[in-house]
C-alpha cells in the first residue's frame, strides 16, 4: 500500500508563495514519478507539475516560470514550490505518484489565492 499525505496549503493574496509538500511511505521504491494534480470547482482535474525518478521535470504551460517541483528521495517527499500566485491557481491541489501502471492519490489541499 502506498500513502501520500500533502500539507502546506492555505489562503494567500495574489503575487504571494506557497510550499506544498507531500509525504510518501509504502512500497515506494519502484516509482516512476510523482508530482501533482489540481482540480478547481466546475473543473476537470489537471497536471501541475510532475518529476520522474530520473529527475526529470514537466510543467503545465499555466504554471511554467512561477511554480518548481522537487523531491527528497531521503525523505519519501515531493514538494512544490509555489510563487507568483493568481486567482486562476485556487484549487484543491493533489499529490500523486505513479509506480508502473497504478496511480496513488493524495487526500488532496486547498490553495485559495485572493485578489
Known amino acids: 500500500q502506498v500513502q501520500l499525505v500533502e500539507s502546506g496549503g492555505g489562503l494567500v493574496q495574489a503575487g504571494g508563495s506557497l510550499r506544498l509538500s507531500c509525504a510518501a511511505s509504502g512500497s515506494i521504491s519502484s516509482r516512476n514519478a510523482m508530482g501533482w494534480y489540481r482540480q478547481a470547482p466546475g473543473k476537470q482535474r489537471e497536471l501541475v507539475a510532475v518529476?520522474?525518478?530520473?529527475?526529470?521535470?514537466n510543467y503545465a504551460d499555466s504554471v511554467k516560470g512561477r511554480f518548481t517541483i522537487s523531491d527528497d528521495n531521503a525523505k519519501n517527499t515531493v514538494y512544490l514550490q509555489m510563487s507568483s500566485l493568481k486567482p486562476e491557481d485556487t484549487a484543491v491541489y493533489y499529490c500523486?505518484?505513479?509506480?508502473?501502471?497504478?496511480?496513488?492519490w493524495g487526500q488532496g489541499t486547498q490553495v485559495t489565492v485572493s485578489s
Open positions: 500523486y505518484c505513479r509506480i508502473r501502471v497504478l496511480a496513488y
Open positions: 518529476i520522474t525518478s530520473g529527475g526529470s521535470t
